[in-house]
């Protein structure tokens, strides 16, 4: 999706739903890092001509792109380390990068994130205040052909999400991982739950009463919960 459409927020809220399970790979960029931003975990940070020299070396890249003046690209180790840590691998990449990931990998899932219109876009990057005026117009041009090629490719995409209200489109976003991959689902089931912890308290609380030490009253004993009773 475009510039300032949220798909750093929502990739955040993905993986904060299935802690461990989405690994983020860290992208190339030859961009100057913004305030906050830390080498090698936001972006791996580089210079002009070394991200030249490495995008010679044959393999050495999935995809790279040219945004706004910068170098952008995903290597294939930053996917690797991703998968070898037994983690989905989550592109944070725009429809360019898309493009050219897809004529190797087309077994990968594409989800295009769209703004609710061009204009909530312009406030969004407006309020994120990372970008000059001229930043936020060129961002906008390339926004509005993001979005035409999505109209014109709607196959391309497994899915469309529109970035509205951020807690609808997480959990949106958090339902589409569900049925892309049925193992989430599955992980969360098998988790220990309150039933696992309620026996445990229930011999914890028989083992100190024989003892004598305490005394749990019979009515809470004879409660459905303690199924071994007093
Ligand atoms: N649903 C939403 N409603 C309002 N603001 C949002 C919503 N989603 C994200 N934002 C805000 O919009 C701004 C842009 O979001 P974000 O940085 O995640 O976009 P991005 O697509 O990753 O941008 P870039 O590609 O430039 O890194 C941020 O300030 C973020 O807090």
Not at 114 to 131: D, I, Q, W, Y
Not at 164 to 192: F, I
């Amino acid at each position: 999706g475009p510039s300032g459409v949220g798909k750093g927020t929502l990739i955040a809220k993905i993986r904060e739903g299935f802690a461990g399970r989405f690994g983020f790979s860290v992208s190339h960029t030859t961009r100057k890092p913004r305030p906050g931003e830390v080498h090698g975990e936001a972006y791996n940070f580089v210079d002009m001509e070394t991200m030249q020299k490495e995008l010679k070396i044959p393999g050495r890249f999935l995809e790279h792109a040219t945004v706004h003046g910068n170098l952008y690209g995903t290597s294939q180790e930053a996917v690797e380390k991703v998968r070898q840590r037994g983690q989905i691998c989550i592109l944070d990449v725009d429809v360019q990068g898309a493009r050219q990931i897809k004529k190797i990998h087309s077994d990968f899932n594409y989800l295009f994130i769209a703004p609710p219109s061009v204009e909530s876009l312009e406030k969004r990057l407006r309020a994120r205040g990372t970008e000059t005026e001229e930043k936020i117009q060129t961002r906008l041009r390339n926004a509005r052909s993001e979005i035409d090629f999505y109209k014109e490719n709607v196959d391309f995409f497994n899915d469309v999400l529109v970035n509205d209200d951020l807690g609808l489109a997480s959990s949106r976003a958090l339902d589409l991982m569900r049925s892309w991959y049925p193992e989430l689902v599955q992980q969360a089931m098998d988790a220990p739950d309150e039933r696992v912890l309620l026996v445990s308290c229930f011999v914890m609380l028989r083992v100190v009463d024989l003892g004598g030490c305490l005394r749990i009253p019979t009515s809470i004993l004879r409660s459905p919960r303690f199924i071994g009773g007093p």
